[in-house]
């Protein structure tokens, strides 16, 4: 069984940087693509990135590209958010994904989750 734990999330001021960690625990790593996805209050659950299994692979949401950047350790069974230039509209839970199949942006095609990490940016 596919086990998820994010960790990294707080509280910061605009502009700063804050850095997510995913470990999966369960089965292999590496034969598990990785993706964020973040929720705020009363909204549905959007796509932040994801990343295939080798690394080789990103892409992002428009909202957070060329602030985001998303990478993997193999080795070390962890996926990372790299968060930069934060702004109060990135306030969320975010949520760590993983599957071993095809996956698109929509978080419905997902199979494993994490519990969540929240991440507030004050202004």
């Known amino acids: 069984q596919v086990q998820l734990k994010e960790s990294g999330g707080g509280l910061v001021q605009a502009g700063d940087s804050l850095r997510l960690s995913c470990a999966l625990s369960g089965r292999t790593f590496s034969n598990y693509n990785m993706g964020w996805f973040r929720q705020a209050p009363g909204k549905e659950r959007d796509f932040v990135s994801r990343?295939?299994?080798?690394?080789?692979?990103?892409s992002y949401a428009d909202s957070v590209k060329g602030r985001f950047t998303i990478s993997r350790d193999n080795a070390k069974n962890t996926a990372f958010l790299q968060m930069n230039s934060l702004k109060p509209e990135d306030t969320a839970v975010y949520y760590c994904?993983?599957?071993?199949?095809?996956?698109?942006?929509?978080?419905?095609?997902?199979?494993?989750w994490g519990q969540g990490t929240q991440v507030t940016v004050s202004s």
């Open positions: 994904a993983a599957d071993n199949n095809l996956v698109s942006t929509d978080y419905r095609s997902w199979n494993y």
């Open positions: 990343i295939n299994r080798s690394g080789s692979s990103t």
